[in-house]
């Protein structure tokens, strides 16, 4: 067994010079970040700068080829128990929902807890109807996906990601793919989940999320992190030039 | 088990190779190659243990030894056995190599005119679908559902057995429609172009007339872009073009009329062509001469006065001449019987024996021959003369000749790929969202610009692939050619396995051959894929 | 057209004068597209030639086509000069009368489809004779001068197309099996349709009824027990044939495939991690060494020729190879064994596969044992149709996209799992059409073995004209077995259609 000689800290993630190619083009250029217990980190940055391939790289849907990575203490490598006890705890929620089609809403959430949790079925059906009614859509359980509007879709996702009891809740752009008015109901869950002791790693270009709800706002750029601050002062007075370029096209509408 | 202190300088931990995911990625591979190379070492066992029953003599070498070396040595044995049909010279004291190799280049031949044709009648079955008019695009419909839900060897059966076996002798040979296209059971005879000697005269004029369409095509494009309206630039290319072939095609002959010539007696009273038919006229007493057949019908004559009448050529075997010379008597309907020689020296020692009454050469070789008592009188040509087929004894002779399994297998491959080619290039031209079509009307374009400029690129991008595939099934299954008898690579490879009792070898080379076709085509297809997409950038 | 009864209407209306004028309008429509008329004439040429031979040749029918033609053109025209249309010249305008040269065409083709329909129904049918004693179908045909159809050899040999040699006193297995089949469809269509059944046992119990079924064919069709016994054991060979035999093969063909098809498709598409390419290189070089000393040593000590002397150096063929692995597969054994299984059976016609079954098999099995031809030729569609569903089955892989395996992974689900639950059932429902179409394909394909000496529908057809009684009649079972093949073909193309509307629609 490795040792847990982080679990009793408070960093629950710490990643070291990650680097990550691909071909030869770099696309995260050494990568340092320690998140501590219960945290809530919003990334924000321009498309291609690495923020999303970043999150994808802690529970290994991107392999990282150099530097280090620990959750939970448990260092992510090619070993396969370690990958997999990894992605137990580390819950992620994605742009394009990723439900499954040919599932029910209820089967969609039941899904992980029975086959990797191992669940009984009574157990997995009345905590995947637990979150069902935590995200607000508890009537919508024995529909399919097809038939849900976008920002329930995305609900769903969140509550199946939430019925594995993940320590960590990773969001890879959740709203982006959504309808303006559905955004809201998205970003309410959200907010109530980062308010109630997860913890929260979110890419997202919410800025109001990021302000309110964020114990420290990363920039990132060509694969680095340029900038990191708590809210109030990053968006108040961010110091790198790139940053206070990047702000100032954002805000500007 | 090592324990890891986080800040241990970036050295990777060490993990148990049963769990590291590269480890077992490799180890599963190199088990399962080993799994698949021992199955493989195992049916190779079966076979050396079979070797008694394949006969020892399988891996024989020149020398009488035996060696897995030798293994394809067999291919230099004598085939003997006879190919009905072939492109290259075969005969059955040449190899084993060479009969593969004649096959191959039958399944070639029927390949590549099987493709073209399948090409232009699926494009075509495929435009009808989608045609306006309904009756044209039910038929479609329906030809596209009748052949595709029924297998091709039944089609070829029917096609062999029950149509083409079944039509009519050749001395009925059917014409269809009066056009000089004969059917029978022993096949199909189609008109050929004979080319004439002035043909490269004709050719350096046409050439000349291409080159001032480019000119016009030219300046009137620049001419359109100056005045930015349409100057129908390619109807004054085609008529300039024209301007050149049609005066070119007289030219042309007019500079050839000495090019041939025949050789009659001195005595014969013969001074232009004309004569000739004169001469059958008189010897007939008829006025006109196309009213001879008639005649015999109606029993006016009889057979042996227009056997005597009959005017007997002497040529060289595939001489232009030849046809040159058939062409004006059949014109004039005149009787005419043609003696072939293997070459000018044996055809002019053939007019002397007295066997022909005139001698159809080049002119050159009249002249070279000198023969006595006689004058050569010159025989007027165009540039290309039709080559009409003529039954001669038993036989068609002249034009393009298809066998009857040629024919069966040509045909049905066509009519069976064809039906999937329509309904690929229906799809494609369905594919192309109608905002194009509409944003191409809505810039100006004009019909002919939408569909060469705007719809075929994009649809060509969805009809390439899944054509490609459909020619390889053109090509594999010729295969079925053994059906009609049609010696093609399979069933050559056939014989030969019977002949040799090279059972794995045969089936190693014919499987060779076959993937070598795919790799041809799917090449060729998938770099013209690549252009398209390139263009489309 | 529709310019051209614009401009009459106009004329008609008396206001022509300003309008319309013929000169005009032949400059703008006819002239201007000098293809166009050219077409046109061409198309009035030919026209007019059918009509007189169709004269010639029938005229009462001709003269009520061109009657009928001419007064429906009449009255389309009227009624959009008028724009008062009936339902029945609205449709005529817009789908037989809508350009004139689509009305032309239209007299044409009916005149050319009605004279071969004259002819296939007078050979069909007037001409024909439906007697099974062929003596009296001799004598019927013989009345007339171009004898028509003999159907009495079809009715006379029903039975040998749809059996051919089964053992008519176990005629009640097949009875059999076709009862269980149809019972088993229609309870399918009741059952796997409706939500409510989607967790009971009765959905599950009829899973488990189609899967004991290819168990219950095998023991109904061919047996179990000695002579004499209830079920005799009947040999493949002989019993099976016709249509029997067709459906067997191609339904074995297509069921068989499945595992080896899967594999193949999931093989070809792993990315799992390569072997590292200095142990591919390492390995090969080793093998090339050693064949260079074994074999091309002697061999081009042998070699008289260029070409032989090349031809021994054969073994040097491993270093493009070894490029290929390490370069284009990374490699992946796994992908490079699957991509050329498929490819190259799917690059050489079935037939070499049929005829390799039937001579080469022998020689793989181990020494003394046997397997009868049906088995061999069985494996070897299976063998060839596994190739096929590969492919489609990749195709379908490659429909789910790259977020169903990213969320599977992200859950933490095995390998075993993603594939198990989200993955394939969703790859396998989108490419049921296509493995429709493969099934049709298939179950064409299956006339090849009648080359290997098997009996199938088109042997059976094949049979009948060497029989005495009906010597020489091939086009009547032709006809009659192409009508089956297109019925089951055409049902089976349908259902597919009909499914590939219904999970584009569902679903997604």
Redesign the interface.
Known sequence: ???K??AETDEII?C??VHKWYGDFEALRGVSLTVKRGEVIVIIGPSGSGKSTFIRTI???EEHQ???I?VDGI?L????????EI??E???V?Q???????LTVLENIM??PM??RKWPRPKAEERARHWLARVGIPEQADK?P?QLSGGQQQRV?IA??LC?EPLILMFDEPTSALDPEMIKEVLDVMRDLATSGYTVLAVTHEMGFARTVADRVIFMDGGLIVEQNTPTEFFANPQNERTRQFLSQILSH | MTDIAPDAGGRPPSIPFWRDSRVLGVLAQIAFFTLVVAGLVGLGRNVAGNMGRLGENQLLCRDGSSNFRCAFDFLRLDAQFEIAETVIAYDPSDSYGRALLAGALNTAKVGFFGIILATILGTATGIARLSSNWLIRTIARWYVDLIRNTPLLLQLFFLFFGVILLLPSIRQAAQPFGLPIFLSQRGINLPGVALMPSFTLWLALIGVGLLAAGVVWWLLGRRERRLGRDTRRSLWALLMLLLFAVPGWFVAAAAGAGNQGFVVAADAGIATPADVAARARAALGVDDLSAVEAAVAAGELTPEQVEAATVTLCTVEGAPAEANAAAWLRRAAVPYDVERAPGPNEAIRAYLDGDCRLLVLSRAALTAAAVPNSAIVPLPETPLRLDVPRIEGLNFVGGLKLSPNFAAILIGLVIYTGAFIAEIVRAGILSVPRGQSEAARALGLSEGQRLRLVVLPQALRVIIPPLTSQYLNLVKNSSLAIAVGYPDLWSTAYTTLNQSGRAIQVFLLVMGAYLSFSLVISFFLNWYNRRIALVER | MATLYHNVRAVLRGEAADHFSLGHYLREHLLARPWLLLWLLLLTYITVRVVMSQLADAPLTTLVVLLVWGVSVVATAAAELTRRHSPATLWLSHNLYNSLTNALLTLLLVLVLLGLGRGFFGWAVTRASFTTDPDAAKAQLAAHEEPGANWGAVGDNFRNLMVFRFPREEDWRLWTLLAWLAVLAAASGFVYGRAVFRRSPLRRGLTLLWLLTPVLSFVLLVGLGGEGSFLPRLNPDIAWGGLLLTLIIAVFGILASFPLGLVLALGRRSRVQGVPAWLVWAASLALLAWLLVTQSLPGLRAATTTGGRIVALWPLLLLPAALLITRAFRGNLVALLSTAYIEVIRGVPLITILFMSIIIFPFLLPPGMEILGTWRVMAAVALFSAAYLAENVRGGLQSIPRGQYEAADALGLSTFAKYRIIILPQALRAVIPAIVGQFIALDKDTTLVGIVALIELLGVANLISAQPDWLGVRREPYVFIALIYFTINMLMATYSRRLERQLGVGER
Not at chain 1, 77 to 84: F, L, V, Y
């Open positions: 067994m490795t040792t000689s982080t710490i070291r010079d529970n290994r849907l150099q530097g280090e620990i260092t490598s090619h070993d396969i128990r370690n990958i997999a992605r137990r580390v819950g992620m994605f394009q929902f990723n439900l499954f089609p040919h899904l992980a086959n990797v399919y097809g996702a199946r990601t594995m």
